[in-house]
């Protein structure tokens, strides 16, 4: 276990006396932020007055009624909003500019009317307006280390308070009668382990296979894939992760069976030679790549996996047509949480891998609701360990950020604007 008295590193600390954070700037003035902050105040009224929230805005109400919203400091939140739009809209719920008591409730609510929430005819100019992803967020083999640290390496203490004793950082598995009574935290450690069990049996893991894990996280997959008689390699770009994974490899007695490496996906190939693999998991990593490696990453696949290979895949899905008109956009999530991420659509895995790789896509399995399950679960889970994250040395502000952000993230899932695949390919069989 990592000394849990080292403090996050410098840059995920806030500031709150000074007001400041790095990428948090103060509201914009001038006369530009003013004509900017007024027509995103008449975008606003006129998006939430049909939507089934309540906005109180001073003394103005705006609405049809459901999950309350008050914007306490309309001139801050305006000013960001014209100025950043959606990372303007959550760098406002940062400072307190604005809240909400059902946050999760009041974000699905505009998460479910997202691509309709500006007319038709201003999304015309979206090129012009939209911040682009910074050139050293790209997921290149420079920068996706830095990016995958700014997130897995905050703190592995920091983790452990909200995620059940697996470690599974991705959408757990409920079953029918899970979801339909409401799963509550006794259910959460199951429902992981049948989400992995699940994806190793559509990989094919039994005794004797040589499977490649791309994205470690904290080791549970493994584990379970070597306690199956696998062999595993497993690799990740977080030096958090690997130390812990490696622990508790170790103490499941599992060390001769699998090694942790610190590597980026692209270097796969050397670990063991090409076709070196039987099958292939990964579970969310896919997300992190960048739309623009997409096909680097499945051809690294398919240059690893052995005749007769198959691979699962779990990801974060988004329509296909919502993925191509947002795939330059620079987001709340990439700047505060996951930088140079973005969202595949099932479509895009099946056209890369049909057009550049031998790889066909088999089977899908939606399971969307066990994500929004998953994230309520989480998020009471880090709430009620706030205290002791402020102990870590994250401050209120931190505390507020993955709030909204776990919020965020299943006001996705809940209002159906995202879900969440489990994907199965394997190679197009041989023309004879």
Known sequence: MTDTSRAPRPQHRVD???NSWPGLDAPPTGLRARVAARVAHALFR????????TVHVGTRTYGRGGPVAVVSRPEEFFARLGR?????????????????????????????????LVPERLQRLRALVVRRPPVGELGTEDNTRGNIAHHYDLSNELFELFLDPTLSYSSALFSDEELQRGPVWGDLGGAQVRKIERLLDRAGVTEGTRLLEIGTGWGELAIRAARRGATVTTITLSTE????????????????RVTVELCDYREAPSLAG??????????????????????????TIDRVL???????????????????????????????????????????????????TTLRLRETSSMGPSYAATLRLWDRAFLAASRRVVELGFDETFVRMWHFYLEYSRAGFASSYLDVHQLTLDRQPVAR
């Open 84 to 116: 950043d739009q959606l990372i303007g809209f959550g760098e406002a719920y940062l400072t307190g500019a604005w809240d909400a008591e059902d946050l999760g409730g009041f974000l699905t609510v505009l998460a479910a009317e997202l691509p309709r």
């Open 306 to 356: 052995a005749p007769g290979g198959r691979i699962a895949i779990q990801a974060i899905t988004m329509p296909h047509e919502q993925m191509l008109k947002t795939r330059n956009t620079y987001t709340w999530i990439n700047k505060y949480i996951f930088p140079g991420g973005f969202l595949p659509s099932v479509r895009v895995v099946d056209e890369i891998t049909r057009q550049h």
């Open 241 to 256: 992760q690997q130390a812990l994974a490696r622990e508790r490899i170790a103490a499941a007695g599992l060390s001769d």
């Open 274 to 299: 090409d076709g070196a693999f039987d099958a292939v998991v990964s579970v969310e990593m896919v997300e992190a790549v960048g739309w623009q490696y997409w096909r680097t990453y499945f051809q």
């Open 46 to 53: 006129g998006a939430v007055s049909r939507l089934d929230v």
């Open 16 to 18: 709150l006396r000074a």
